[in-house]
């Protein structure tokens, strides 16, 4: 499944680098390569092919079709796609991780576990 881009925000397109922090109060899609911490109000998109490498990235929610390298601290749910990676410590209120991702990472999530692993 491909990852959703939100209806508005902003853009980080698939021939954009940045180096630095990127912060707002908006949603924001990375198509291309953030090259630091990335600290937004709303959610954030690394669409396949995009790249984020920092220290930190806070958001509502991550949704991760590209590669995603950096602490994660968000107030709502993770998604790891499909052929995407996630490498670094994740606090979030749930983690979806879909078949083919790869993801190497300390988990601090609430969650119910499902009676049969309780």
């Not at 853009?11 to 912060?23: A, W």
């Not at 052929?83 to 999530?109: F, M, N, P, T, W």
Request: aromatic fraction near 0%.
């Amino acid at each position: 499944m491909a990852t959703k881009r939100p209806t508005s925000g902003a853009v980080l397109g698939s021939s954009t680098t940045v180096r630095g922090r990127v912060t707002g109060d908006v949603d924001l899609t990375v198509e291309g390569t953030v090259e630091g911490d990335v600290l937004v109000s709303g959610a954030i998109v690394i669409a396949e092919g995009g790249a984020v490498t920092g220290d930190a990235v806070e958001a509502s929610s991550v949704d991760v079709g590209g590669a995603l390298t950096a602490d994660v601290s968000c107030d709502g749910a993770v998604t790891v796609r499909a052929g995407a990676s996630l490498r670094g410590k994740v606090r979030a209120k749930s983690l979806r991780i879909d078949e083919g991702a790869s993801v190497s990472a300390d988990l601090d999530c609430e969650f119910e576990l499902p009676a049969e692993l309780r």
